[in-house]
């Protein structure tokens, strides 16, 4: 079956609202229920002009206006990997912003990276890779006047007492100094 919302148009846009006035709300979903490998579910969301070399942006945008806004990447399969990837191949990079603009303290960004079976007592590592292949591999932390930035900088070719590498030795000394 195939469904679609066309126009063809040069200032023409096409446009389908699934729109819930009730207490249920509104669903979209996509399912493929056949047990082949090959059977997929899939959203593209693509700014992809048939003729010539530039496009508009392709976005996706999660609001809620009062209550949480969720996105989940799942997988449950044994071998299964969940991945989200985000991948500029233009001269601007590739940003990922965990922003918190509430002025309660309790309103913090955080970011989680974890290896927690829900069930055992082993688990795989819990990794935060940084590179750069012909550039610097930056990690920076700061915080307001009153509250502290823990960053810890390891390098696995010495002992694990001389594992701060001098740099930011030399830069805590400094802050350190400053306050």
């Given at each position: 079956a195939v469904a679609q919302v066309k126009t063809s148009g040069a200032a023409g846009a096409a446009q389908m609202e699934?729109?819930?006035e009730g207490s249920s709300g509104a669903y979209l979903t996509l399912m493929s229920t056949n047990v082949a490998e090959s059977s997929t579910s899939r959203l593209d969301v693509m700014a992809n002009p048939t003729t010539g070399s530039t496009s508009g942006n392709a976005?996706?945008?999660v609001y809620s206006r009062s209550q949480d806004a969720v996105a989940q990447v799942k997988t449950s399969g044994a071998a299964g990997a969940a991945q989200m990837?985000?991948?500029s191949e233009g001269s601007s990079g590739a940003y990922l912003t965990l922003m918190s603009t509430n002025v309660a303290e309790s309103s913090?960004?955080?970011l989680d990276v974890m290896a927690n079976p829900t069930t055992g007592s082993t688990s795989g590592n819990a990794e935060v890779y940084v590179y750069s292949r012909s550039q610097d591999a930056l990690s920076e932390g700061s915080s307001g006047a009153v509250s502290y930035t823990h960053l810890r900088v390891w390098r696995r070719s010495?002992?694990?007492e001389q594992q701060v590498l001098p740099r930011w030795r030399s830069c805590l000394r400094e802050a350190v100094g400053r306050i």
């Open positions: 699934i729109l819930s976005e996706v945008y990837e985000i991948l913090a960004s955080r010495r002992p694990r």
